[in-house]
């Protein structure tokens, strides 16, 4: 309710105004003895709903800049720690070293994408490419998430009609952001099952890979359509090159 307001409250109140004007008029026809009252009030009517317009574009433009700059402290807060993290990985000699550091790195990249979004309800989730010992199978399945008190549970293979579209994109290094998956087309996400249940409507997806290789695959998403944003799916992205750095830091020595 409160986004139909802040969406159309000009127009509201030009309407109101533009309505309360003709109100006066057509009582001024009906009684001509109040003549100055009628007049002075249609004056009104029409300088309130003028006067409406600028002043709330005003308002916006001051809660867009409050809001940026909440978004930028936001941002600062979550990807400082990560980036020191990043640094010790980079100068850490030991295997095991590098291990422990990997997945501090991992769990402060999920709490930075949840902070980012700025949402207590959302939830940040790694998935990891596994393969079966000897098998060429390879799938994607949950590392660790974060938010919500819930674990996400699914898994997308390779070559199978689920996992296909998911793995397209992690090649093709592209992201995803749904903003209802209530509007998904099935023709263009394949393997998207409208009827499951799930208990977020709203999600993004980016791939962490390096130059050739892929790590896995990271994900925010929330229970409430309009909780994520364009912006949320330009951060996150970040946030999955920096996990991809580290994983390559660990990896290649």
Known sequence: MLNFWIKWRSTIVVALAVAGGGVLQACYEVDTTKNAWWIVGTVLAGVIGTLS??????????REVRALRRYQLQINDSL??????LVALSAARSPERRRDLLQRLIQTCLQAARHGAGQR?????YYRVWAASGSKKQRLEPDSSLGRNVTASSVFEKNTKRGNHVWKL????QSLFVKDIAEI?????RGWDPQRNRDYATFISVPVRGESEIYGMLTVDAPTPGELTEYDEMY????GLLMASGIALAVSR
């Open 121 to 125: 309800r959302v939830r940040a989730s």
């Open 170 to 173: 992690l090649e093709e290094n």
């Open 185 to 189: 087309d099935t023709n263009v996400i």
């Open 80 to 85: 400082a720690p990560a980036m020191q993290q």
């Open 53 to 62: 317009v600028p002043v709330f574009a005003h308002w916006d433009k001051n």
């Open 236 to 239: 996150v992205r970040c946030i």
